[in-house]
């Protein structure tokens, strides 16, 4: 039977300031989330000149270092991936999400072969070091037409290595109902035709396929809504607004987020994390050891909000926290019953 300690929450360090307008140095944003008394990590893949001071602090604090991740453009960035992977093992990290470009250095777009192909790389590599790669759901990624998930993973498997990802679901709940979204990668046909279902309500969603399969090793806590407003507060260096893929996790004040919040709007984002919850305190196969909260401040989020970003980052934790106790409560009751 699953335990409390089975599961732990921590927060990123791109989560933990309260503005984009001034950010705290390392230092600080370990302290801030020690302070916070609710997470049990922090989550960050330092630069060079940033990992002593990291180091430092996290002993200082006695906050463990047990998540890190960087994005990475391959024929260009495998020798920063190797680099990471030996800073995370030094701090003590269990996992490294992996970002994969949608485009290789030299122009192409990756294949699902040459995909999966870094991926049995970097599996070996990061294995070897202690450290689990993680490859994550996410936008401007390989990984945007979510249905090619799927696909990777089989083509890892047929190798005979087990194919771990990041659960970073705000990647998906943000283009249910957004025809302009899914349009990316070409995704919007599939999702038309039934052979991509975002919504985790239906069955055959890409969600819980992923997390019956034991493929979640690692998730991102980050509210998002169906048809997210796009963030008109901030914009790209081309002038483009943000895409929208951040929502307060708790009511904003008013005028701090570009549109009405309604709490009930959350409701298909918390369902993705409860089913993971249920089915991480039921199969004992579940990979699943730890959910970084990271609500940020980019353009794409929450830049040029009034809400704290890192108050939304506490506040999810609470309730990860509270669903938890929850979900392990009625797990042990459903198992006295049999």
Not at 163 to 189: C, W, Y
Request: aromatic share 8%.
């Amino acid at each position: 039977m699953r335990k409390a300690g089975d599961l732990l929450f921590g927060c990123t360090a791109s989560g933990t300031t309260h503005s984009d307008t001034s950010i705290p140095d390392i230092a600080t944003k370990v302290r801030m989330v020690k302070g916070a008394g609710v997470f049990d990590y922090f989550d960050r893949s330092p630069p060079d000149e940033e990992f002593r001071d990291l180091l430092k602090a996290s002993e200082a604090c006695d906050l463990p270092v047990l998540a890190s991740g960087w994005f990475y453009t391959l024929g260009r960035d495998e020798p920063l991936f190797e680099r990471n992977i030996v800073k995370a093992r030094l701090l003590g990290s269990r996992v490294h999400n992996v970002q994969v470009m949608t485009d290789h250095a030299d122009g192409h777009a990756l294949t699902d072969a040459e995909v999966a192909e870094f991926y049995l790389r970097a599996h070996d590599f990061g294995m070897r070091h202690g450290v689990t790669p993680c490859f994550e759901v996410h936008v401007n990624m390989w990984s945007e037409h979510v249905g090619r998930v799927a696909t990777v993973a089989r083509l890892v498997e047929a190798r005979g290595v087990p194919f771990f990802m990041t659960l970073d679901h705000s990647h998906v709940i943000f283009k249910i109902g957004n025809p302009r979204e899914q349009e990316v990668q070409g995704m919007r046909a599939d999702v038309e035709a039934g052979i991509v279902v975002l919504e985790p309500d239906r069955p055959g969603s890409v969600t819980q396929l992923w997390i019956d399969a034991n493929c979640v090793h690692h998730a991102h806590a980050r509210a998002a809504i169906p048809n997210n407003p796009i963030n008109t507060r901030a914009r790209h260096p081309d002038g483009s607004f943000g895409r929208g893929i951040q929502v307060p996790f708790a009511p904003p004040k008013p005028g701090e987020w570009v549109a009405e919040w309604r709490e009930a709007d959350l409701e298909p984002w918390k369902a993705v994390l409860r089913n993971l919850m249920r089915h991480h305190a039921r199969d004992a196969g579940s990979p699943i050891r730890q959910i970084s909260c990271e609500h940020i401040p980019a353009v794409d989020y929450g830049a040029g909000h009034g809400y704290s970003i890192f108050e939304q980052n506490v506040a999810c934790a609470r309730w990860l926290r509270a669903e938890w106790g929850r979900t392990l409560a009625q797990a042990q009751q459903q198992g006295a019953q049999q």
